[in-house]
């Protein structure tokens, strides 16, 4: 399994941006899928964006409720995996968890898609 470590979470206002890290202890490069899944209290955790690569290219896929304001990126020179969040809303507001799998899985949305998991960082967005 791969260790992964969320980092950048805080406190910002509506409309502002935030840039979550996820540092993996194997090379990202090697990695097929890495995601972004999030958590309110009392609710199920709910995916936000994955990203798959390959040899020969790469796909990223996001949420209805993200899509156009959040990125998902790696830098495989740091072996990080990226969330850029912009026009963050408050009800963006949770705890987010970065996650990966990596052997090839068409699927990518749910829980069970993905085998490695950090421990997440706290989003809070003021309206």
């Known amino acids: 399994q791969v260790q992964l470590v969320e980092s950048g979470g805080g406190t910002v206002q509506a409309g502002k941006s935030l840039r979550l890290s996820c540092s993996a202890s194997?090379?990202?490069?090697?990695?097929?899928?890495v995601g972004w899944f999030r958590q309110t209290p009392g609710k199920e955790r709910e995916w936000v964006a994955a990203?798959?690569?390959?040899?020969?290219?790469?796909?990223?896929y996001y949420s209805d409720s993200v899509e156009g304001r959040f990125s998902i990126s790696r830098d495989n020179a740091k072996n990080m995996v990226i969330l850029q969040m912009d026009s963050l809303k408050p009800e963006d507001t949770a705890v987010y968890y970065c996650a990966s799998r990596e052997s090839y899985s068409a699927a990518y949305r749910y829980i069970h898609n993905y085998d490695s998991w950090g421990q997440g960082t706290q989003v809070t967005v003021s309206s």
């Open positions: 194997k090379p990202t490069a090697s990695i097929y899928m």
């Open positions: 990203h798959k690569e390959w040899s020969s290219g790469d796909s990223s």
